[in-house]
């Protein structure tokens, strides 16, 4: 006689669900045997800061599943047993007040004038993620 024993293989996800970042692990897989996951670290981007993980993507602050001081998120085994989860960070802009103007400037490669962007209070790269993120032009 033979045993068999079979361990079901659960995939948890660590997603971006708002601001510019990343996350330090974006899948594992957990076992029934397993009573914490490894988790994942969220890393926010230049110009952002952690706000947070969620268990959706909306995001919605009476939902945070953590500290918001700490980005590394380790969910624990629920009563019911792992179930393959997908758990959502958020980041937000660390820099207020920023001013983008819209100006004219001169074309050397052309005859005439071209619109460009003038930052104030923000980094033009950091500027040139969030206008890309939020597909501005």
């Known amino acids: 006689i033979r ?23 974006p899948d594992e897989t957990v076992t029934d045997a397993d009573t914490n996951a490894i988790g994942s670290t969220a890393i926010p981007g230049y110009g952002y800061q952690f706000a947070g ?8 602050e009476e939902e945070r599943l953590d500290d918001p001081e700490n980005p590394k998120y380790t969910p624990v085994k629920p009563t019911e047993g792992w179930k393959s989860t997908t758990y959502y960070t958020k980041f937000i802009p660390t820099l207020t007040d920023v001013t983008v103007n819209k100006v004219w400037q001169d074309d050397n490669d052309r005859d005439g004038l071209v619109w460009a962007r003038e930052f104030s209070g923000i980094d033009k790269d950091a500027a040139n993620e969030f206008f890309k993120e939020k597909k501005i032009k």
Request: net charge neutral.
């Open 53 to 60: 993980w969620y268990p959706t993507d909306e995001c919605k």
């Open 3 to 25: 045993n068999v024993i079979y361990t079901r293989q659960i995939p948890l996800h660590y997603r971006v669900a708002e601001g510019i970042g990343t996350v330090s692990i």
